[in-house]
């Protein structure tokens, strides 16, 4: 089994920063994708930034040039470095992990358990 912990999640006030770190632990061979989404209140899951392997990162529209997304593949890492937060951006963040496990080299999809992110305006 893969465990994904998150950290870095808080409250701080609009025009802030903040920089959540999700680390993978457990039988992983590879990572393929390391991803961070999150869910508002009364709001479905999105999407947030994704960074593949050896791929282009990409980004949600509401959050492209004030987001970054960043990996340690050496650590099995990644984060996202939050600024210029508004109160849209409330919400939990889940990090998301898809790969291979060690043993078996079976797939596989692992969800942090979740941080929570608010703004006050």
């Known amino acids: 089994q893969v465990q994904l912990v998150e950290s870095g999640g808080g409250l701080v006030q609009a025009g802030g920063s903040l920089r959540l770190s999700c680390a993978a632990s457990g039988s992983v061979f590879g990572i393929n994708v390391m991803a961070w989404y999150r869910q508002a209140p009364g709001k479905q899951r999105e999407l947030v930034a994704a960074?593949?392997?050896?791929?282009?990162?990409n980004y949600a529209d509401s959050v492209k040039g004030r987001f970054t997304i960043s990996r340690d593949n050496a650590k099995n890492t990644v984060y996202l470095q939050m600024n210029s937060l508004n109160g849209e951006d409330t919400a939990v963040y889940y990090c998301?992990?898809?790969?291979?496990?060690?043993?078996?080299?079976?797939?596989?999809?692992?969800w942090g358990q979740g941080t929570q992110v608010t703004v006050s305006s």
């Open positions: 960074a593949p392997s050896g791929g282009v990162t």
């Open positions: 998301n992990a898809k790969g291979l496990e060690a043993l078996w080299r079976r797939p596989f999809d692992s």
